[in-house]
């Protein structure tokens, strides 16, 4: 069972990247996906969720500007991050959480992939 996180890079402020989470060895279509962020110093953060039937959470600090979507023919969820500014710059983590509610609380994901880094210059 293995997620892996990609898409990060290096953007300016006002730029977007798209971040996807891919599966491996099992099937994400009954699990909520999360998405959270850690910047130095910072605790780690949730910043959106999906749900397995497709209900969405935004962080207030993203709404209006990201979007998490999944495709489950290709195992795969993507945030969609517009409008970035330097405090976003953190590494993101996505998550498998197997009830398929979805929640923003970290500790209730039991599958997590490494981290992609973004970072937004000012």
């Known amino acids: 069972v293995q997620l892996q996180a990609s898409g990060g890079g290096l953007v300016q402020a006002g730029g977007s990247l798209r971040l996807s989470c891919a599966a491996s060895?099992?099937?994400?279509?009954?699990?909520?996906i999360g998405w959270f962020r850690q910047a130095p110093g910072k605790e780690r953060e949730g910043v959106s969720c999906?749900?397995?039937?497709?209900?969405?959470y935004y962080a207030d600090s993203v709404k209006g500007r990201f979007t998490i979507s999944r495709d489950n023919a290709k195992n795969t969820v993507y945030l969609q991050m517009n409008s970035l500014k330097p405090e976003d710059t953190a590494v993101y983590y996505c998550?498998?959480?197997?009830?398929?509610?979805?929640?923003?609380?970290?500790?209730?994901?039991?599958?997590w992939g490494k981290g992609t880094q973004v970072t937004v210059s000012s």
């Open positions: 998550a498998a959480e197997p009830t398929g509610w979805g929640t923003p609380n970290a500790y209730e994901y039991d599958y």
């Open positions: 060895g099992f099937t994400l279509d009954v699990y909520a």
């Open positions: 999906i749900s397995s039937n497709g209900n969405t």
